[in-house]
């Protein structure tokens, strides 16, 4: 046995090793530079998509809520005797009824509805 690994104990095994093992850490070297060039190629590709449908769910979410607020504030409007007193004047264009309107929007604006809080003392 001995007299058949000893040609192969020489310069010729350690050649063979080095390279042997030089070739694996080669490919290992550039089978992980490939996949995680690939996984941040992946990842680089499908950020953008998903960062521009946040925005357009929150777009959408500020939309929806400027609506409901206008909503509310027509309701409120609606639902003002001053304004239901004023508009039949108002479609004949008399000013001091639209100025009574316009004054009422404003205010309903600028005031918040605080129709739906409880205050408990």
């Known amino acids: 046995m001995r007299k058949l690994l000893a040609p192969l104990a020489g310069q010729r095994?350690?050649?063979i090793l080095v390279t042997g093992f030089a070739l694996t850490a080669a490919?290992?070297?550039?089978?992980?530079?490939?996949i995680t060039s690939r996984v941040i190629t992946d990842?680089?590709?499908g950020a953008p998509d998903a960062r521009v449908g946040r925005g357009?769910?929150?777009a959408e979410a500020f939309y929806q809520t400027t609506?409901?607020?206008?909503a509310a504030i027509s309701e409120r409007m609606v639902?003002?005797?001053?304004?239901?007193?004023?508009l039949p004047a108002a479609s004949q264009g008399q000013a001091e009824?639209?100025?009574?309107?316009?004054?009422q929007?404003?205010?309903?604006?600028?005031?918040p509805d605080m129709s739906g809080t409880l205050i408990l003392a």
Do not use: N
């Open 13 to 15: 095994l350690q050649l």
């Open 79 to 86: 639902r003002d005797p001053r304004v239901v007193q004023s």
């Open 27 to 34: 490919s290992a070297i550039l089978l992980g530079t490939l």
């Open 105 to 111: 929007v404003t205010h309903k604006i600028s005031v």
């Open 43 to 45: 990842y680089l590709e």
């Open 56 to 58: 357009m769910d929150l």
């Open 67 to 70: 609506l409901d607020d206008i």
């Open 97 to 103: 009824a639209l100025q009574a309107i316009d004054e």
